[in-house]
């Protein structure tokens, strides 16, 4: 059974930056897509990128294009998000996710707890 866990969320200043980190268990990375997600508070879920199992292609909603990169080490099973220029209003609950497929743009099946981000000086 696939099991994801997203960490390395926490307070930080706007313009600062994080790394998200997504732990995969129970299955080889290397066959899956992942994406990560965020939810804040009062606001529907977000996609907010998306990376290939081969990592060859990556996905960026517009709020976030150009200050988060999605990367992934299938060694270690680990997906990452790496953000940068962070805004008040990147605050969220930040979730990753996967289908069971290796192409982005497929429903997610698998789902992580989330990791806390927030932007505040």
């Known amino acids: 059974q696939l099991q994801l866990v997203a960490s390395g969320g926490g307070l930080v200043q706007p313009g600062g930056s994080l790394r998200l980190s997504c732990a995969v268990s129970?299955?080889?990375?290397?066959?899956?897509?992942i994406g990560w997600f965020r939810r804040a508070p009062g606001k529907e879920r977000e996609e907010v990128s998306c990376i290939s199992s081969s990592g060859v292609i990556t996905n960026y909603a517009g709020s976030v294009k150009g200050r988060f990169t999605i990367s992934r080490d299938n060694a270690k099973n680990t997906v990452y998000l790496h953000m940068n220029s962070l805004k008040p209003e990147d605050t969220a609950v930040y979730y990753c996710?996967?289908?069971?497929?290796?192409?982005?743009?497929?429903?997610?099946?698998?789902w992580g707890q989330g990791t806390q981000v927030t932007v505040s000086s």
């Open positions: 129970g299955v080889t990375l290397n066959y899956y897509a």
């Open positions: 996710a996967a289908p069971r497929d290796s192409r982005c743009g497929y429903p997610y099946n698998y």
